[in-house]
């Protein structure tokens, strides 16, 4: 089985609990991944069997940097390349491809797989990739975790439960982590994520700010974390607390041996508050022009805040979202007391 799911974080994390209920129901079937590179850690862990063998979650990654196709399409490398990628997946022979992606270039990338079933959602993502698929499975769910166990279920033939995924223990992440949050005394520390997709998605830094003040008035550490361009916002956030917190840029198995320390994490719609759920970490989630019932924390311990006349915008606006100006810090405050270990 060839499972199509290019990124970005988050989109990756939530098919991860159907591909791992089907690992874990199928140890014998052999399950490839179609991935950008940024997101292949993401997808790296095993689990120990019962005769004690260690099962990975993929048996192969195909790396597929689509986007940077995108960006250079006419360039002599782009077109090596995707030649090497469609003889690559052919070569493979997969018997079954199954779309959790929804668009047109994640169907195509199907199709040269010259699977024997093309499997997709019966109203996908990209409603032209219906007309690629073999096969359309019509979902029920809300959740787009939810929507993609209907699909594995479809191709199974039976009832898989929703489970948490697995993902990947690394030890150069956790000696990362030994060292970055030495300065903590080992106290028990609050992630603060500012970063989100784009601009409409972004709660305000000096917002973050003072959530850092109360979590430090209480005896709590508080971390920063920032991705890849996101730098400056952690710096806004620091300046606004007081300079009281930890600013950390981690690389992605970093960040997930970073998830597993924190006692919570507050974010908007963003990867890594999806990585955080799905590691069973208490989440808040600040929401504004994306819609927390599709595509929100899913199972675990979460507070999700968004108003209630905030409309689904996927709009690349620059300004944060009317409706996410409106969530005050002690809206989040309380969400995050509920949540807190020792329920102050």
């Given at each position: 089985?060839?499972?199509?799911?290019?990124?970005?974080?988050?989109?990756?994390?939530?098919?991860?609990?159907?591909?791992?209920?089907?690992?874990?129901?199928?140890?014998?079937?052999?399950?490839?991944?179609?991935?950008e590179p940024q997101w292949q850690g993401l997808l790296a862990a095993s689990c120990a069997t019962a005769g004690g063998?260690?099962?990975?979650?993929?048996?192969?990654?195909?790396?597929v940097p689509a986007k940077d196709w995108g960006r250079h399409p006419l360039r002599a490398e782009t077109i090596k390349?995707?030649?090497?990628?469609?003889?690559?997946?052919?070569?493979?022979?997969?018997?079954?491809?199954?779309?959790?992606?929804?668009?047109?270039?994640?169907?195509?990338?199907?199709?040269?797989?010259?699977?024997?079933?093309?499997?997709?959602?019966?109203?996908?993502?990209?409603?032209?990739?219906?007309?690629?698929?073999?096969?359309?499975?019509?979902?029920?769910?809300?959740?787009?975790?939810?929507?993609?166990?209907?699909?594995?279920?479809?191709?199974?033939?039976?009832?898989?439960?929703?489970?948490?995924?697995?993902?990947?223990?690394?030890?150069?992440?956790?000696?990362?982590?030994?060292?970055?949050?030495?300065?903590?005394?080992?106290?028990?520390?609050?992630?603060?994520?500012?970063?989100?997709?784009?601009?409409?998605?972004?709660?305000?830094?000096?917002?973050?700010?003072?959530?850092?003040?109360?979590?430090?008035?209480?005896?709590?550490?508080?971390?920063?974390?920032?991705?890849?361009?996101?730098?400056?916002?952690?710096?806004?956030?620091?300046?606004?607390?007081?300079?009281?917190?930890?600013?950390?840029?981690?690389?992605?198995?970093?960040?997930?041996?970073?998830?597993?320390?924190?006692?919570?994490?507050?974010?908007?719609?963003?990867?890594?508050?999806?990585?955080?759920?799905?590691?069973?970490?208490?989440?808040?989630?600040?929401?504004?022009?994306?819609?927390?019932?599709?595509?929100?924390?899913?199972?675990?311990?979460?507070?999700?805040?968004?108003?209630?006349?905030?409309?689904?915008?996927?709009s690349r606006r620059a300004e944060p979202e009317a409706g996410l100006l409106t969530i005050s810090p002690d809206e989040?405050?309380?969400?995050?007391?509920?949540?807190?270990?020792?329920?102050?």
């Amino acid at each position: 089985m060839l499972i199509v799911r290019l990124g970005a974080m988050g989109d990756i994390l939530h098919a991860l609990p159907a591909v791992t209920a089907l690992r874990t129901a199928h140890p014998e079937w052999f399950i490839g991944w179609a991935v950008e590179p940024q997101w292949q850690g993401l997808l790296a862990a095993s689990c120990a069997t019962a005769g004690g063998h260690e099962m990975p979650i993929v048996d192969r990654l195909h790396i597929v940097p689509a986007k940077d196709w995108g960006r250079h399409p006419l360039r002599a490398e782009t077109i090596k390349d995707i030649r090497r990628t469609r003889h690559e997946l052919r070569a493979a022979r997969y018997d079954i491809c199954v779309d959790l992606q929804g668009a047109v270039r994640s169907a195509v990338l199907g199709r040269w797989a010259h699977p024997q079933r093309l499997i997709g959602e019966e109203k996908p993502r990209e409603w032209a990739a219906r007309y690629l698929f073999d096969e359309h499975i019509p979902t029920t769910g809300t959740h787009v975790i939810e929507q993609a166990i209907e699909v594995t279920n479809a191709v199974a033939h039976e009832h898989l439960p929703v489970m948490l995924p697995w993902l990947p223990v690394n030890e150069a992440g956790e000696r990362y982590c030994d060292v970055s949050l030495a300065a903590l005394d080992g106290k028990p520390f609050v992630i603060l994520n500012p970063g989100a997709g784009w601009g409409a998605k972004r709660w305000p830094t000096e917002r973050y700010g003072e959530m850092a003040r109360r979590f430090s008035e209480i005896g709590y550490r508080v971390v920063i974390n920032s991705g890849p361009g996101e730098e400056m916002l952690a710096t806004e956030v620091n300046a606004t607390s007081g300079n009281i917190a930890l600013p950390l840029s981690p690389a992605l198995n970093e960040l997930i041996a970073l998830m597993r320390r924190a006692s919570l994490v507050i974010a908007g719609d963003t990867g890594p508050l999806h990585l955080a759920s799905a590691l069973g970490r208490p989440v808040v989630g600040i929401f504004g022009p994306t819609d927390p019932a599709r595509n929100g924390p899913f199972g675990g311990a979460f507070r999700v805040l968004r108003h209630p006349e905030s409309k689904r915008d996927h709009s690349r606006r620059a300004e944060p979202e009317a409706g996410l100006l409106t969530i005050s810090p002690d809206e989040v405050w309380s969400a995050a007391m509920e949540l807190l270990p020792d329920g102050r």
